[in-house]
């Protein structure tokens, strides 16, 4: 049976991220969104508090052991702060955690001592979004054929983090229609990064349209090895951490409307004393916590090896995109027409929220 209670470690690495978070992504947010752009020494400060490291084993670099639950823990309280910021201190797992989940024994020791060893934040990246409004992570209209000693891919991608300046990527292709990882670096022939993509919200990262021209990438670069690999636990992981991601988001709004309604006084009687935004109050809250314990036990499951892991995985997901939504917007509805100035983060952690049911494969734990 799991338990519900972190470990020490555990606390340890909660209560440095919610600093960070608090004092630093929190703080930079509105700026960053306003000018599209995040200060690099603010996501290398994240950097620094050593998640992923501490998420790769000595052998391969890091000083720690892969834990699902350990990152949705941190995955949470990094979007409690921003869900940019969040999204690209975590950007170069999306390249290192598939090669340690997935990856054959050579592509491990060539590939994660490069991320995890490196003291400054390189983004690294992953690329499985596809410009489908049928879009299925199990069904990829990008394809991989396989050509002599090469695979050949062919198709495009979206919503790529940080892909003009990656030095790598993981790119997800249907292979005789199975979904399959490839890693493709940085100027192979047939490799185009488009332009940067506008967005309803994460304005501050940089996320590209990527295409694959007949792109050729040589049979040890499928990850797994010649032999492939299994798509499923890549695919849980990143459904939990975008659930732990909009818990931490949700909580962000959460937060941030109850204590305006508790100061604010409308007609001499406090906002938070309304009967209406008290149930609205009471109904986030309880939303928030029970998507947390899906998303917990979620990671427990996968941690373990449990068969209903990816069902887990699924409805953590699921859950925390509608819940994410209805917070934030109930955050916006709180604060009157103050929730819809730009001063206010409300509108942001809207904006941020309605993308959560987006952004499969824009983080990993």
């Given amino acids: 049976m799991y338990s519900f209670e972190p470990n020490e470690e555990q606390k ?5 991220i919610n600093r960070y978070a608090t004092s630093d ?38 000083f720690g052991e892969h834990s ?3 990152g949705v823990l941190a995955a949470e309280e990094m979007a409690y702060g921003d869900l940019a910021g969040a999204l690209a201190v975590m950007t170069p797992g999306l390249f290192a955690l598939p ?43 990008t394809t991989a054929v396989e050509d002599g000693d090469a695979y050949v891919i062919q198709g495009e991608k979206v919503y790529v983090p940080y892909a003009e300046s990656a030095p790598a990527f993981i790119v997800y292709a249907a292979l005789e229609g199975k979904t399959q990882g490839f890693i ?4 192979t022939s047939g490799l185009e990064v488009a332009e940067r993509q506008k967005l309803l919200g994460i304005n501050a990262l940089p996320v590209h349209r990527v295409c694959f021209n007949a792109v050729r990438v040589p049979r040890e670069n499928r990850l797994g090895g010649p032999q492939g690999h299994d798509f499923a636990p890549v695919l849980d992981s990143a459904r939990v951490a975008m659930a732990g991601l909009g818990v931490g988001l949700a909580r962000a709004a959460f937060e941030y409307s109850r204590d305006y ?16 935004i008290a149930f609205m109050l009471a109904e986030m809250a309880t939303e928030i916590e029970a998507i947390r314990l899906l998303a917990w036990e979620a990671a427990w499951m996968l941690d373990n090896g449990k068969e209903e892991a990816s069902t887990a995985a699924y409805l953590a997901f699921t859950g925390a995109a509608n819940m ?7 955050a916006v509805q709180i604060l009157g027409g103050h929730g819809y100035i730009r001063e206010h983060p409300v509108e942001l952690w809207m904006r941020n929220g309605r993308g959560i049911a987006t952004f499969t494969g824009l983080a990993l734990i």
């Fill in 12 to 16: 340890m690495l909660v209560e440095a």
């Fill in 25 to 62: 992504l929190r703080a930079s947010a509105h700026d960053a969104d306003e000018d599209n752009n995040l200060p690099l020494k603010l996501i290398q400060k994240g950097w620094e508090l050593g998640y992923l490291q501490a998420s790769v084993p000595a052998e391969y670099g890091g």
């Fill in 68 to 70: 699902a639950v350990t």
């Fill in 99 to 141: 090669v340690l989940l997935a990856g054959s024994e050579e592509q491990k020791q060539k590939y994660l001592p490069q991320v995890v060893e490196n003291p400054d934040w390189t983004p690294y990246t992953g690329a499985l979004l596809e410009p489908r409004f049928d879009f299925d992570p199990n069904d990829l209209a």
């Fill in 184 to 187: 493709v670096e940085k100027g």
């Fill in 261 to 276: 309604a508790k100061e604010r006084e409308v007609f001499g009687v406090k906002v938070a004393q309304k009967q209406a």
């Fill in 324 to 330: 994410a939504m209805m917070v934030t917007d109930r």
